[in-house]
């Protein structure tokens, strides 16, 4: 009988001088001394227990920019009351040293007391959409400036193989099949080298080739797939215009019923889509910056351009929940032996797949590292 008695008291010690003990921030993005932040960025604060929100108000934080001053701003939660995001009214000022300050008084519901905060990140030098406008155009030929949302209507379709199909959409021909498993594929054509034979297409055909559903698009279109929630998905391709880069999810009807894009001042890259139980959607963004290379290597160019990657957790609303960057955690070196370091435009990670572990992680497949990488989503200091 008085073993138990022990362990219960013991553990009701623990508890106890848990709730007395004050905790500390366990994710933030921008990460501490981060530089190449874009001048949207919001800022991300997580603890392990839930916040009381009334004592955000009683709590000293500031935003100060070398440059732009003092920032005013708000506060979203997240609906677990783990995570806040504060957003500046102003946007940043390219160049500039910007520093969080957050003083005693914010407390879990628990009663524990978060630890001061303050640390600095570094905006970017200049603005690079035209960095990665000039990147795809070298690495694709497919420049498109679509720029309507997709055709909530469903075409006409007759199932002739030889009549009634549109001339500008290009029936698949099988020329050879086994007994496949999957009894839909889903294709996107795209005009590539400048063909003029077809059109941007979505379109769903059964093993045969037989479409069964097609739908005429206004840009290049990737990634057209069925999510875990039986919901479609696709985006939009349209490297002439990164900022209207998207991916649109469609119901059973192929009604569009909803938009992802990317937050902070990034564009979305359509290499992957991945929806989370919560609701919101994790999301690539490539993120292209001015690299002095002769300073990271022998011989590397001065006026580099190297290829970053972002991922990013958001809402329907461009709400940014979570944000990894590779400049917090690669080095540019550590590309493959076939990535040329010396050149003037370096992809150096290529992130191409994302994919939740059992445990809850997050897995990224980069395609220039050869690498799976693995990432605590909850805890990212």
Same mark, same amino acid.
Request: negative net charge.
């Given at each position: 009988m008085s073993k138990p008695a022990l362990i219960t008291a013991t553990f009701c010690l623990i508890?106890?001088?848990?709730?007395?003990?004050s905790q500390k921030f366990i994710y933030t993005s921008p990460q501490p001394d981060a530089k190449y932040i874009n001048p949207e960025q !919001?800022?991300?604060?997580?603890?392990?227990?839930?916040?009381?929100?009334?004592?955000?108000k009683k709590t000293p934080l500031s935003i100060e920019g070398t440059i732009s001053g003092i920032h005013s701003y708000n506060?979203?939660?997240?609906e677990d009351l783990k995570? *806040?995001?504060?957003?500046?009214?102003?946007? *940043?000022?390219?160049?500039?040293?910007?520093?969080?300050?957050?003083?005693?008084?914010? !407390?879990?519901? %628990?009663?524990?007391?978060?630890?001061?905060?303050?640390?600095?990140?570094?905006?970017?030098? %200049?603005? !690079?959409?035209?960095?990665?406008?000039?990147?795809?155009q070298e690495n694709y030929n497919d420049l498109d400036s679509g720029l309507t949302l997709p055709n909530a209507h469903l075409p006409l379709i007759n199932f002739s193989r030889d009549n009634y199909y549109p001339t500008d959409y290009q029936v698949p021909h099988m020329i050879h099949f086994d007994d496949l498993d999957d009894d839909h594929y889903f294709f996107t054509f795209n005009p590539r080298g400048g063909s003029s034979d077809y059109s941007d297409y979505l379109s769903i055909n059964d093993k045969f080739g037989i479409p069964l559903f097609f739908r005429k698009t206004k840009s290049n279109n990737l990634n057209f797939h069925v999510m875990p929630s039986g919901w479609l998905a696709y985006?939009?391709?349209?490297?002439?215009?990164?900022?209207?880069?998207?991916?649109?999810?469609?119901?059973s009807a192929f009604v569009c019923?909803?938009?992802?894009?990317?937050?902070?001042?990034?564009?979305?890259?359509?290499?992957?889509?991945?929806?989370?139980?919560?609701?919101h959607y994790l999301i690539l963004s490539y993120d292209p910056q001015p690299v002095d290379m002769s300073e990271v290597i022998i011989g590397g160019n001065p006026n580099a351009t190297v290829i970053g990657l972002v991922? %990013?957790?958001v809402d329907n609303e461009e709400n940014v929940y979570f944000q990894w960057r590779s400049w917090d955690h690669f080095q540019i070196t550590d590309a493959t032996d076939d990535?040329?370091?010396?050149?003037?435009?370096?992809?150096?990670?290529?992130?191409?797949?994302?994919?939740?572990?059992?445990?809850?992680n997050l897995l990224l497949s980069s395609r220039h590292l050869d690498e799976i990488t693995k990432i605590d989503i909850e805890q990212e200091i």
């Open positions: 508890f106890l001088t848990s709730l007395g003990q !919001n800022i991300i604060l997580r603890t392990a227990y839930p916040l009381d929100k009334a004592s955000l506060i979203l939660w997240s995570t *806040f995001i504060i957003r500046p009214d102003e946007h *940043f000022y390219y160049g500039e040293k910007v520093t969080i300050n957050i003083g005693r008084g914010l !407390n879990t519901s %628990q009663g524990n007391t978060i630890e001061n905060l303050s640390f600095s990140f570094t905006i970017k030098p %200049q603005d !690079n959409l035209p960095l990665l406008k000039a990147f795809y985006a939009r391709n349209d490297y002439a215009n990164p900022k209207n880069e998207k991916y649109f999810i469609l119901d019923i909803d938009s992802v894009a990317a937050g902070n001042g990034y564009n979305l890259d359509a290499h992957d889509l991945l929806c989370l139980e919560n609701g991922i %990013q957790e990535i040329d370091l010396l050149a003037s435009n370096i992809d150096y990670v290529h992130g191409n797949a994302l994919e939740l572990d059992m445990d809850g």
